[in-house]
Nanobody
Framework: VQLQASGGGLVQPGGSLRLSCAAS????????MGWYRQAPGNQRELVAM???????NYTNSVRGRFTISRDNAKNTVYLQMNSLKPEDTAVYYC?????????????WGQGTLVTVSS
């Protein structure tokens, strides 16, 4: 499974960006699609995740500002980021977890840099 992320860039504080991540395929009875981020010197952390059943979860620091959505027909997950803050600066990675052959398989995208700065 190949993941292609895009949409990162430089934005001023208070601005918005939309990240996209397209998976080559997501065959299987269930899957989870999500976004992680890693700032310099920090561990990678979960930002948001979405199940195929429509349940979404967010880390506290982005709740109310970021929205995760998905287009299952296109095997694509999005992250709409509003009211961006300098502390949102990080490399953002998409992740897809597929349930296949009675096990969960994890796949990572290549990462896209988001820089929030004036």
């Amino acid at each position: 499974v190949q993941l292609q992320a895009s949409g990162g860039g430089l934005v001023q504080p208070g601005g918005s960006l939309r990240l996209s991540c397209a998976a080559s395929e997501t065959r299987g009875p269930s899957n989870i699609m999500g976004w992680y981020r890693q700032a310099p010197g920090n561990q990678r952390e979960l930002v948001a995740m979405s199940t195929i059943g429509g349940t979404s979860n967010y880390t506290n620091s982005v709740r109310g500002r970021f929205t995760i959505s998905r287009d299952n027909a296109k095997n694509t997950v999005y992250l709409q980021m509003n009211s961006l803050k300098p502390e949102d600066t990080a490399v953002y990675y998409c992740k897809v977890v597929l349930y296949r052959d009675e096990k969960w398989l994890h796949y990572w995208g290549q990462g896209t840099l988001v820089t929030v700065s004036s």
